[in-house]
Nanobody, 115 residues
């Protein structure tokens, strides 16, 4: 059974940094794509950053230059380094895995950017 467990969320002041982690387990395929989404209150879930099995990345325009997605295939970990955080980055952040044609989600971790 595939499981995704996020960690690293919390309260941070504007301009600060956080690093989110996502631990994936329950699959052996080396072909999987990972991504981070977020959902703010009253808004739809949106893609923040994605990384393919080959290491290609893409980012939402709103986070380009501030956020970096990375992964450690040996540990099946995916990270989201978030710098220069803004109040509008406040949301629940979700890890998503696409393994073959199957889609999996983590439970989410809250990020709050406030002074």
């Amino acid at each position: 059974q595939v499981q995704l467990v996020e960690s690293g969320g919390g309260l941070v002041q504007p301009g600060g940094s956080l690093r989110l982690s996502c631990a994936a387990s329950g699959f052996t395929s080396r072909t999987y794509h990972m991504s981070w989404y977020r959902q703010a209150p009253g808004k739809e879930r949106e893609l923040v950053a994605a990384i393919t099995s080959a290491g290609g990345t893409n980012y939402a325009d709103s986070v380009k230059g501030r956020f970096t997605i990375s992964k450690d295939d040996a540990k099946k970990m995916v990270y989201l380094q978030m710098n220069s955080l803004k109040p509008e980055d406040t949301a629940v952040y979700y890890c998503r895995a696409l393994v073959g044609f199957l889609n999996y989600w983590g439970q989410g971790t809250q990020v709050t950017v406030s002074s």
